[in-house]
């Protein structure tokens, strides 16, 4: 069983930065793309940023400039380095990857648990 564990939220304030980092656990084969989505209250989930095996990256427009996303192959982690943040940052972010359990065995998409991220005075 595969599970993505999620870290890093917290209460910021306007202009202040948060790291969030978010890992699989469980046996796998390969992660191949991987992402951050965000839901704040009454919205609908959106793609934040996303990146591949081989670092190619993209971004929401409202984060460009702020936000980093970033991956350590090694570990299969992902990262958000959030810079800048407004108090519209404001949202449950949730960490996805699409993920080979097995060598031929056809990839799946899987979510975290999300973790709070408040901009906040």
């Known amino acids: 069983q595969v599970q993505l564990v999620e870290s890093g939220g917290g209460l910021v304030q306007p202009g202040g930065s948060l790291r969030l980092s978010c890992a699989p656990s469980g046996s796998l084969f390969r992660v191949n793309v991987m992402g951050w989505y965000r839901q704040a209250p009454g919205k609908e989930r959106e793609l934040v940023a996303a990146i591949t095996r081989d670092d190619i990256t993209d971004y929401a427009d409202s984060v460009k400039g702020r936000f980093t996303i970033s991956r350590d192959n090694a570990k299969n982690t992902v990262y958000l380095q959030m810079d800048s943040l407004k108090p519209e940052d404001t949202a449950v972010y949730y960490c996805?990857?699409?993920?080979?359990?097995?060598?031929?065995?056809?990839?799946?998409?899987?979510w975290g648990k999300g973790t709070l991220v408040t901009v906040s005075s």
């Open positions: 996805n990857a699409n993920i080979e359990r097995m060598m031929y065995v056809r990839a799946m998409d899987y």
